[in-house]
Antibody
Framework: QVRLVESGGDLVRPGRSLRLSCAASGFDFDHYAMYWVRQAPGKGLQWVATISNDGTNTYHADSAKGRFTISRDNSINTLYLQMKDLRPEDTAIYYC??????????????WGQGALVTVSS | QPILTQPPSASASLGASVTLTCALSSGYSNYKVDWYQQRPGMGPRFVMRVGSGGIVGSKGDGIPGRFSVLGSGLIRFLTIKNIQEEDEAVYHCGADHGTVDNFVAVFGGGTKLTVL
């Protein structure tokens, strides 16, 4: 079954760290770029980070630069988002998404169910 | 990078048609946009991509033929015909911008579609 399953969401205090994982199954994980996208309560989607299929290229939104790091382990079909110095405004559902990349660019054709991160004292 | 603008809400009666819009900021008329559907309590689902010439590539898995797209100038349209109850959702548009060395992705604010 083709799917993405996020884990690691939690309630954390401001300033703490957290690592999200996204387990992929049912497809050739190392053929695809991957995204993290978040959605604050009642808000729209916000891009967080993207990583190339082989992990050599990573891109982070300005809001994530210096605090969040996207990575992947293709040997175990898993995507990660390491988050540090968390702030209340980072409270959101974090989705991982599979991203085919062609001459027109990338798009997210498969999404997970999301992991809730709540940052509060 | 492009800015994507969507109306916050839309409504249509059961069995009717509705067209949702996603406006690209000036200077990005050649950009494709990706449409996503997000039903209540669920993660987003890919619908299809649209450029200035229409659909780019294929529709997402399970997207019915009632869904279609068009592009004109800076606007990307998603039309849903014969609206069903299950079409009630928030529809997001997204786009990416840049090269291998410098990449960003952006989303519009989303349009909440209510089926009357």
């Amino acid at each position: 079954q083709v799917r993405l399953v996020e884990s690691g969401g939690d309630l954390v205090r401001p300033g703490r760290s957290l690592r999200l994982s996204c387990a992929a199954s049912g497809f050739d994980f190392d053929h695809y770029a991957m995204y993290w996208v978040r959605q604050a309560p009642g808000k729209g989607l916000q891009w967080v980070a993207t990583i190339s299929n082989d992990g050599t290229n990573t891109y982070h939104a300005d809001s994530a630069k210096g605090r969040f790091t996207i990575s992947r382990d293709n040997s175990i079909n898993t995507l990660y988002l390491q988050m540090k110095d968390l702030r209340p405004e980072d409270t959101a559902i974090y989705y991982c998404a599979r991203a085919p990349w062609d001459k027109y660019g990338s798009y997210c054709d498969l999404w997970g169910q999301g992991a809730l991160v709540t940052v509060s004292s | 990078q492009p800015i994507l603008t969507q109306p916050p809400s839309a409504s249509a009666s059961l069995g009717a048609s509705v067209t949702l819009t996603c406006a690209l900021s000036s200077g990005y008329s050649n950009y494709k946009v990706d449409w996503y559907q997000q039903r209540p309590g669920m993660g987003p689902r890919f619908v299809m991509r649209v450029g200035s010439g229409g659909i780019v590539g294929s529709k997402g898995d399970g997207i019915p033929g009632r869904f279609s797209v068009l592009g004109s100038g800076l606007i990307r349209f998603l039309t849903i015909k014969n609206i069903q109850e299950e079409d009630e959702a928030v529809y997001h548009c997204g786009a990416d911008h840049g090269t291998v060395d410098n990449f960003v992705a952006v989303f519009g604010g989303g349009t909440k579609l209510t089926v009357l």
